[in-house]
């Protein structure tokens, strides 16, 4: 039996749905590491903080996007993917992957940003405090980055039980 979070007034997310969805972001990471990677950048254990990091936010229901990927001069290259957490239903699971190669990330670091929803807003001092001192990752705060060119579109969903989080790529 797994266990659930209240996430609305009629819904549930369990524990179970947040592994499957951070598995394939994992999954994507592991395809960024072996398209782009330097040496162990990203390394595998940090792949593993980030999975549980997600993990750990979507049962608490308080993330609202996260972007990996290379950044260079304070923006984010080609070589980044964007996750969005979705507060409606959707209707595709897909299967993760179709991470492009070929992108310049000369000069450019990986690193991740993370960004809250309204739910971490409404959550008390004490809670968002408690939220971030149980994270597997300590974050700093920072301003959002732009994208270096092009855009975000919208490509897959990873979704099991009808809730999840929408992958963007880079495009143009």
Not at 52 to 61: P, T
Not at 70 to 86: L, P
Not at 130 to 157: C, H, M, N, V
Request: proline letters at 5%.
């Amino acid at each position: 039996m797994s266990t659930s979070f209240s996430v609305s007034g009629s819904e549930s997310f369990s524990v179970t749905e947040a592994r499957k969805i951070a598995a394939k972001v994992s999954t994507d990471l592991k395809r960024l590491q072996r398209l782009y990677a330097r040496p162990y950048d990203p390394t595998d254990e940090r792949i593993d903080e980030f999975e549980q990091e997600l993990i750990h936010l979507l049962k608490h229901d308080v993330v609202g996007s996260i972007v990996y990927g290379y950044q260079r001069n304070g923006q984010w290259t080609k070589a980044s993917v964007r996750y969005t957490a979705s507060a409606g239903q959707l209707h595709a699971d897909d299967d993760p992957g179709k991470i492009l190669p070929g992108h310049d990330i000369e000069g450019a670091t990986f690193t991740s940003f993370l960004s809250y929803n309204g739910n971490w807003s409404n959550l008390s001092a004490t809670q968002q405090a408690e939220i971030k001192r149980t994270s597997p990752l300590q974050r700093s705060s920072a301003s959002t980055p732009p994208l270096e060119t092009g855009y975000w579109s919208d490509d897959l969903t990873y979704a099991p039980g009808g809730r999840g989080v929408v992958r963007s790529t880079v495009k143009g």
